[in-house]
C-alpha cells in the first residue's frame, strides 16, 4: 500500500499552520515526523486521517483520494495508536485489545470468538500476554503503550499511525516501543508514521522524516539526509551534535543539543 499527501494545507481562523505538506509511506517504511511544540504534528496526523479536513490538497491511499474511501475500508487499513499519557480505562488489557476489531464489527455487533483470538494473537505477537487481564488504569505508560499497538495490531492494518509513542516513558520502554515499530515494518511489512520529539530516535528506526518548521516551511526527504544538524537548527532552534559511533559491531547516531540559538 501506498500512503501519501499532496499539497495538504490547514490552519485556524487566519493562522496557517500546515502548508503544501508533501510525502508518501510505502510498505514497511517508517516516516518520522519531527517539529518543536505547536508546529502541529498532531494536527497533520488527524488531517492526513480526516479527522480533520484539509483546507486545500488531500490524503490517498494507493492513487485514490481517502474521501472516496468508505470509512471501514479506510480504518481496516489504517490504524491509530494514540498518546497513552494521561489515558485512563476501566478495561483490562484483553478487553482493550478486543476493542480494536471494531472496524470489523456492525454498530450493534457483539465480539465473537474469532475477535477474541485476533485480540490474544496480537498480545502474543508484541509480548504482552502476561498483561490480559491487568487493569489499564493501573498500568504504566509502558505497558500501555504496547496495549494501544496491540489493539491496533487486531485490524491487521498496511499502516500504523502513532502519536508520539515513546513520550514519558523511561529508556527500556522507549527502546521496547522502538524496536516494535521496526520489527514490524520489517517482519510484517506493517508502514508507520510516527509523530516524535526525539530526533536521535528518528535516525534509529526511520527510513524517512518530514521536518516541519515554525515558519509554515517543511522538509521531506530520507531521514539519514534531512536529519541532520542544520536542520534541527532551524526547526528546534537548537545547536546539536550528530555523532557517528561503533559499539559491539553495530553502527549507531546520537543527537547532543548543545545552546539554543
Known sequence: M??????????????KILRNINFEVRDGEVLSVLGSNGVGKTTLLKCMMGLLKWESGESLIDGISIKNIKSRDFWQKIAYVPQAKGSAFGYSAIDMVTLGRSAHLGTFSQPKAEDRDAAERAMEDMGITYLADKLCTEMSG?????????????????????DEPESNLDFKNQLIILETIRKLSKKRGISS??????????????????????????????????VNEDNMKRSFSVQVFIDNFSYMGKEYKSVTPLYLV
Not at 509502558?142 to 502513532?162: F, N, Y
Request: proline residues 3%; negative net charge.
Open 193 to 226: 508514521i510516527v509523530n516524535t520529539h526525539y530526533p536521535e530516535h528518528a535516525l534509529k528506526i526511520s527510513d524517512k522524516a518530514l521536518i516541519l518548521n515554525r515558519d509554515g516551511t517543511n522538509i521531506f526527504g530520507n531521514a539519514e539526509d534531512i
Open 142 to 162: 509502558g505497558e500501555l503503550q504496547m496495549v494501544l499497538i496491540a489493539r491496533a495490531l487486531t485490524i491487521d492494518p498496511s499502516m500504523l499511525v502513532l
Open 2 to 15: 501506498k500512503f501519501e499527501v499532496k499539497n495538504g494545507c490547514f490552519g485556524y481562523k487566519n493562522t
